[in-house]
Antibody, heavy 121, light 107 residues
Framework: QIQLVQSGPELKKPGESVKISCKASGYTFTDYAMHWVKQAPGKGLKWMGWINTYTGKPTYADDFKGRFVFSLEASASTANLQISNLKNEDTATYFC??????????????WGQGVMVTVSS | DIQMTQSPASLSASLGETVTIECLASEDIYSNLAWYQQKPGKSPQLLIYYANSLNDGVPSRFSGSGSGTQYSLKINSLQSEDVSIYFCQQNYDSPFTFGSGTKLEIK
């Protein structure tokens, strides 16, 4: 059974950092990329980028270059998203999504449950 | 970046009706178009990929069509469980952009 289980909700102040995790199970983690998608409250979906789970190489969409870092704990089949210097506009639900089982097609069968990050002073 | 213009923004229809949601790409995406259903508080679920291929387990009342820049999702015989927000996504070129969503309600 394929599962992507994300960490719990976060409440942070502007300027702080947050690290959220996405643990995959049911398939070989390093065979399939992990993508990240942002959804602001009441808004649509925005693709943030992806990480090659074999090489660890991240690729960021332009709007997510600088304060956003994708990383891995491959031995734990876990992908992480870290956001530094948080801003109010980072308030959103962040989803991880795997390209299992098709690979390299950039649409997503499997998603995590999402992590709500709230940035408020 | 490829812009995805989705319409309508909201839709209200009666049980048993047929509804259609449209997605217009700013350039040819060669059928690299997926549709998702998202229920409140849940993650998106893949319905259709490659414009017209039904994902495993998705009811056959859902269908996709289109080519070039114009695509549509049709839902036949609307059921109460179809109340959701529907998004299109192009997977032709990075960044892989989504439409703004269509909120479907039952009249």
């Amino acid at each position: 059974q394929i599962q992507l289980v994300q960490s719990g909700p976060e409440l942070k102040k502007p300027g702080e950092s947050v690290k959220i995790s996405c643990k995959a199970s049911g398939y070989t983690f390093t065979d399939y990329a992990m993508h990240w998608v942002k959804q602001a409250p009441g808004k649509g979906l925005k693709w943030m980028g992806w990480i090659n789970t074999y090489t660890g190489k991240p690729t960021y969409a332009d709007d997510f270059k600088g304060r956003f870092v994708f990383s891995l704990e491959a031995s734990a089949s876990t992908a992480n998203l870290q956001i530094s210097n948080l801003k109010n506009e980072d308030t959103a639900t962040y989803f991880c999504a795997s390209d299992y089982p098709r690979g390299r097609v950039y649409y997503f069968d499997y998603w995590g449950q999402g992590v709500m990050v709230t940035v408020s002073s | 970046d490829i812009q995805m213009t989705q319409s309508p923004a909201s839709l209200s229809a009666s049980l048993g009706e047929t509804v259609t949601i449209e997605c217009l790409a700013s350039e040819d995406i060669y059928s690299n178009l997926a549709w998702y259903q998202q229920k409140p508080g849940k993650s998106p679920q893949l319905l259709i990929y490659y414009a017209n291929s039904l994902n495993d387990g998705v009811p056959s009342r859902f269908s996709g069509s289109g080519s070039g820049t114009q695509y549509s999702l049709k839902i036949n015989s609307l059921q109460s469980e179809d109340v959701s927000i529907y998004f299109c996504q192009q997977n032709y070129d990075s960044p892989f952009t989504f439409g703004s969503g269509t909120k479907l309600e039952i009249k």
